[in-house]
């Protein structure tokens, strides 16, 4: 909220709640637009702005929360990488924690916030679960799951625990990471896959597990949705039996 605040603030700062005008919206599309941002960047900000003023009226701080119009969300993006592409980023990432970090969002299929905060006492090395959940953070947060650790995971975290400084799963010179993107961006250029961000890791772990024929629920669970909808509407096009059935009924 407050990364969204920087971009909201100069427009919308000095202004009392309930003033807030389409032609106000339209002026921050507009914008934002012509300094490059693109429109799901907009959707999101003037969302957070939407989000807060109906909070304010909820809490009888605005009689009234206006209308906040902002531009269509985009459809979800659809790059990843193969698993062979997933190979070349690995051997391109010549910094330790910077593998291990890509080993993790795509083994978990986990964001890079959840990853980054991951602390040892959250890895069951016995039972082989990781626990994406911080229990000290009471923020509602998207997609923190209970997931099983494969076995190419669990040879690095082994390797990984064996040097650790601190209680960061993921750690530079025995200190928490803040970002990846950096590290991720170099590695990422390296392997020839310029376009690929956290995010991309974490799409690319969910396509890989509808290719493979795993049921919309399973994967659901699997990132952490709270319903099978975002699922179904994001990944249910990569499953390879995907309205198959629908398709068999149509024989004549």
């Known amino acids: ?41 907009i959707h999101t ?35 990843h990488i193969t698993r062979a592409e997933a190979v070349r980023l690995l051997d391109a990432a010549n910094v330790p924690h910077i593998a291990l970090v890509i080993r993790l969002l795509l083994s978990t299929g986990a964001r890079s916030t959840a990853a980054l905060e991951l602390t040892w006492d959250r890895v069951d090395m016995d039972r082989r679960l990781i626990n994406l959940k911080n229990p000290f953070d009471r923020a509602r947060r998207k997609g923190r799951a209970t997931v099983p650790v494969n076995d190419q995971l669990y040879a690095a975290l082994i390797e ?25 961006k170099a590695a990422a250029k390296a392997a020839g896959l310029p376009e690929v961000s956290p995010h991309v890791l974490r799409h690319s772990a969910a396509v ?45």
């Open 208 to 252: 890989w597990l509808a290719e493979d024929g795993h049921s919309m629920s399973e994967i659901s669970q699997f990132l952490g949705h709270s319903n099978t909808k975002i699922t179904e509407r994001v990944y249910a096009r990569y499953s390879p039996d995907h309205l198959r059935g629908l398709a068999s009924s149509l024989e004549f």
């Open 160 to 184: 990984a625990k064996a040097s650790a400084l601190s209680p960061f799963v993921v750690e530079w010179a025995g200190k928490k990471v803040g970002s990846i993107k950096k590290g991720l």
């Open 1 to 41: 909220m407050k990364h969204t605040w920087k971009a909201l603030e100069l427009r919308f700062g000095e202004l009392e709640g309930e003033t807030v005008s389409i032609d106000d919206c339209r002026a921050h599309t507009k914008e934002r637009r012509a300094a490059g941002i693109k429109d799901g960047t």
């Open 45 to 79: 900000e003037l969302g957070h702005l939407r989000m807060v003023l109906k909070w304010a009226e909820n809490n009888t701080l605005i009689s009234r929360a206006p209308y906040i119009e902002r531009p269509a969300k985009p459809d979800p993006k659809e790059y």
